[in-house]
């Protein structure tokens, strides 16, 4: 049995570029179609956001002197390419999947609702949440703790390539000890990076728990389906 019915997925857009340094690494981009599927075969239910800044960040473009809010939304577009990529992976292996758009546009996606989205993964879909929230000023993880709660999901299982919450930055300091669960309050009171504070906000008022995880490593999505402890849970 898997450790929960139905998850939010997010993907950072980052790690999409793999060795690169730039654009979608075919071979991490199939890596996470392959685990994907895995999970998709235990029956579980599954609704994906995928960040942009493999191609475009909203605010790393505004300090370079693009207008905020068509920076932001340029960066949304950056989630439906990525959206579309994944989709196209899924479909690849035979994996029943949609892409819905938080900004209309038909057909590269259809418009989202909520009960498109759970209707389509009660039916077997894999349901990608494209374009953010689609408005400016808000993150993809932001995007993310409301698509969660609004698809009802047990948990948003955050996939980045660290395997958990630390102390401080374990690529900077090799004395941080990470830890195993962890309240939203001390996530707050350490000022430990997990998401930014509207998202984290969100989860902790809706009572969303968040499972943060090394996705990087292949398999890894399906340890934490089986429960195996290896990321760092946050809740309330």
Known sequence: ????????????????????????????????????????????????????????????????????????QMGMCATVINSLALSSALGAIGVKNKVLTAIR????????????????????????????TGSPYFTTDTGSSLRGIEIEADVMLKGTRVDGIYTADPEKDPSATKFTTITYDEV?????????????????????PIYVFNMDIYGNLKRVMDGEDIGTLVHN
């Not at 998850?7 to 994907?36: F, V």
């Not at 707050?188 to 969303?208: F, I, S």
């Open 188 to 208: 707050y009171t350490r000022g430990l990076k997990v998401m930014d504070l509207t998202a984290t906000a969100m989860c902790k008022e809706n009572n969303l």
């Open 1 to 72: 049995m898997a450790r929960f019915k139905r998850i939010l997925l997010k993907l950072s857009g980052e790690s999409l570029m793999g060795e690169q340094g730039h654009g979608i690494d075919p071979q991490r981009l199939a890596d996470y179609a392959r685990q994907i599927e895995e999970v998709h075969r235990m029956g579980v239910q599954i609704g994906i956001v995928i960040g942009g800044g493999n191609i475009f960040r909203g605010l790393s473009g505004s300090q370079k002197g693009f207008d905020r809010v068509k920076g932001d």
């Open 105 to 132: 546009m038909e057909p590269i996606g259809e418009f989202y609702s909520k009960w498109k989205a759970i209707e389509a993964m009660e039916a077997g879909y894999v349901c990608i949440f494209s374009a953010g």
